[in-house]
């Protein structure tokens, strides 16, 4: 490992903790949109059964926010750490959406803290759920100021260059860049769409484990509900996404679809493999779809890779990520949809185990879908960090102990890992819903058992 450059282990680090990170920071947009409308639920209905799944998921939430400020914190390290030469390029540009993403965070975390602690404290509910939007507000807003960043790291502008530095920065215009857009409609829908996948798997499994309580089967109706909806959502993002890369960044959709030459009515190309003769074997091809889904016209012209130099080309690999990105989506459409079908039909069962073991699947398979995506979107802008000005190997640190991190790193996350999954299965564990309800709400425990 150590006779790999500084560059690579740069990368290796940066991608560990993303990966890393990402799965908390998905979460923690996602999660607060579903207590929120629980809650709301709960209230409207008059329904302890979602009032309770909305303290339930606070509660866990809360373990899991804490595990990605850490995370988060060390993304601000390392780009000063490990990428120094592009802060000094770049710094002052993203310094405002890194600022207001920390404002963000902490407008979340007052409000959340209110939230938590003011459980039947006031006299009409309504107040309680009241708290609930700044919360969501505030995840939106933190996923909005990073991915701004991400976003000018695409397609920058607001700025001059003089002498290799970044003047005349204007930082509302490099923050509204092209890409924030397409980008912020995609992170918001998939972190939806995850958290609600991971939290209908986890009700799906305790339903198969013989839990299938009124509470259960609630939970899963709202969170498989909400998986259909922000699959819908993520559909018609990734269309808008296509069309933007179309545009904007036509090598980095090019490499996606291993589409070689420019030409016009260009098939969509599933899967395959390359010989070596760059030539696609063993794919599955869709007629002119390529053309209609980057530029509406199943005829349209669509850019090839032979427009651009080699060295400026992303590895071809990243093919492979964005198909399973893509087929993950369908799949949590599909299987959403399906449940909601089986639902309706009363002769049908939507609690038998065949389709909830395809909703177990589903939670993990999305949050991959995320981690691919996240791929895709990072390697696919290879080999620049910051788009036509700034590679990769210029961002980079020189120092001797990159390796060294990585492994401390490394050490860090499966702790922090182990810890996590060990502190939400002793705070759920010995503490069954059933329990809960009645414990909080004995008036509505009773009336069921009259009933």
């Known amino acids: 490992m150590f006779e790999l450059d500084n560059v690579m282990l740069s990368r290796l680090l940066t991608s560990l903790t993303l990966g890393f990170h990402i799965i908390f920071a998905t979460i923690g947009v996602g999660v607060p949109l579903l207590i929120s ?4 639920m709960g209230i409207k209905k008059k329904d302890p059964n979602y009032t309770l799944l909305a303290r ?4 866990g939430f ?6 990605g400020v850490v995370t988060g914190t060390a993304i601000g390290l390392q780009l000063s750490l490990l990428w120094p030469s592009f802060m000094q390029v770049a710094g002052n540009v993203i310094s405002l959406p890194l600022f207001l993403e920390t404002f963000a965070f902490f407008f979340e975390a007052i409000f959340l803290g209110a939230y938590l602690y003011t459980w039947d404290r006031f006299k009409k509910p309504i107040y309680h759920w009241f708290l609930s939007i700044p919360v969501v507000i505030g ?7 990073i991915t701004t960043v991400n976003s000018f790291m695409n397609t920058p502008q607001g700025f001059d260059v003089k002498d290799g530095a970044l003047v005349n920065v204007q930082p509302l215009v490099a923050m509204f860049n092209p890409a924030t857009p397409t980008k912020v409609f995609h992170v918001l829908s998939t972190a939806y769409l995850t958290s609600a996948a991971i ?13 299938n309580t009124e509470y259960h089967k609630k939970a899963l109706k709202l969170t498989v509900g909400s998986i259909f909806i922000f699959a819908l959502l993520t559909a018609v993002a990734g269309d808008l996404s296509a069309k933007f890369l179309a545009h904007e960044q036509p090598e980095k959709l090019a490499v996606a ?18 010989n070596e003769d760059n030539e696609v074997e063993n794919a599955l091809r869709l007629p002119k779809a390529l053309s ?9 012209e669509v850019v090839g890779l032979d427009q651009f130099p080699e060295d400026e080309i992303a590895p071809l690999w990243v093919h492979y990520m964005f198909d399973l990105m893509v087929l993950i989506g369908f799949y949590s459409l599909g299987v959403s949809l399906l449940y909601l079908i089986v639902a309706k039909v009363k002769k049908w069962n939507e609690n038998n185990k065949w389709l909830l073991w395809l909703i177990v699947f589903n939670g993990p398979l999305a949050m991959l879908a995320i981690e691919f995506g996240w791929i895709y979107a990072e ?7 910051l788009r036509g000005y700034m590679t990769v190997a210029e961002g980079a640190t020189t120092s001797p102990n990159v390796g060294w991190m990585l492994l401390l790193f490394i050490l860090l996350y499966t702790v922090l890992g182990i810890g996590v999954v060990t502190v939400l299965r002793k705070l759920f564990k010995n503490n069954p819903a059933e329990s809960e309800l009645e414990r909080h709400y004995p008036e509505f425990t009773a009336k069921g058992e009259e009933r």
Not at 37 to 40: K, P, S, V
Not at 199 to 211: D, G, V
Not at 379 to 385: A, S
């Open 37 to 40: 409308i629980a809650e709301f």
């Open 56 to 59: 339930r998921w606070t509660r």
């Open 62 to 67: 809360i373990i899991l926010v804490a595990v």
């Open 139 to 145: 995840a939106g807003m933190s996923a909005f100021f």
């Open 199 to 211: 939290l209908a798997a986890i009700t799906a499994f305790y339903i198969i484990r013989k839990r």
């Open 257 to 274: 679809e291993w589409h070689f030459e420019t030409e016009e009515g260009a098939d969509l190309i599933l899967f395959g493999r390359l």
């Open 292 to 300: 209609f889904l980057a530029t509406g016209d199943f005829n349209g």
């Open 379 to 385: 390697v696919g802008r290879q080999p620049w960090i």
